[in-house]
């Protein structure tokens, strides 16, 4: 834990815990339901293994996360405590996407976006068997350019390397447009109009493919007004 503030006030003693670099994105990724440390460095793909380490040993000594072991399978889960930082690290999503606006190229991570969508697929929405989903990111790096989810009844994986399946459909589009609609500044009607997104496919299925999706529940939250311009 950081240097203690030294205040009483129980807003400093909980960010004494709760401000230390990547311990909020820690939780964030707890919340969502992720419990094992690669699943973890996954969706903290920047994040050093040995800090992520550290921040799982502090939250398991200030009793926010407990360390399941069974055999070989060892599992972060939230306590009470922890469960409770829910709302928090929701509010926190939500004032994010109404109030800061601006991302930077570097915060454009294709990695990071496709762990997202994979936990906010709908398998009942999508056809039966094993559906697979390229997607390709034209304006990235060669190694980060082409993804698969492979979707079955059972689960949904992420590759960043060809899984040998047939695709069922490609998506095509420019990591900041498919950002954009991941975080509801864009929507999937409007980003395939005007081609900033395309799928490719059987016709049936290109146009069932946003609904094979459900948005994260900050990407509904309303942004402020813009001022009219002088």
């Not at 040995?50 to 060892?74: W, Y």
């Amino acid at each position: 834990m950081g240097s203690s503030y030294h205040q009483f006030c129980p807003v400093a003693k909980a960010v004494e815990l709760l401000d230390e670099r990547w311990t909020l994105l820690v939780i964030r990724e707890l919340v969502c339901g992720t419990e094992r440390f690669n699943e973890l460095r996954r969706g903290l793909p920047r994040m050093s293994p040995t800090l992520l380490s550290r921040r799982l040993h502090q939250l398991t000594h200030a009793g926010i996360v407990e360390r399941h072991v069974k055999d070989n399978d060892v599992r972060y889960v939230l306590t009470e405590a922890g469960h409770e930082l829910r709302p928090v690290v929701e509010a926190l999503a939500a004032w994010g996407i109404r109030w800061i606006g601006e991302l930077g190229d570097e915060d454009l991570d294709p990695k990071l976006l496709l762990w997202d969508m994979h936990r906010n697929v709908d398998r009942t929405a999508v056809p039966d068997g094993r559906t697979v989903i390229e997607f390709r990111f034209p304006d990235v790096p060669s190694n980060s350019r082409r993804w698969w989810l492979v979707i079955t009844s059972d689960e949904v994986d992420v590759c960043d390397t060809d899984p040998g399946h047939a695709v069922t459909v490609t998506v095509t589009a420019g990591v900041r447009s498919m950002v954009e609609v991941w975080r509801g500044d864009l929507s999937w009607p409007d980003a395939l109009r005007i081609n900033a997104v395309e799928v490719q496919g059987p016709e049936a299925l290109r146009r069932a493919v946003p609904r094979w999706f459900t948005l994260p529940e900050w990407a509904s939250v309303p942004r402020p007004a813009s001022e009219p311009s002088s």
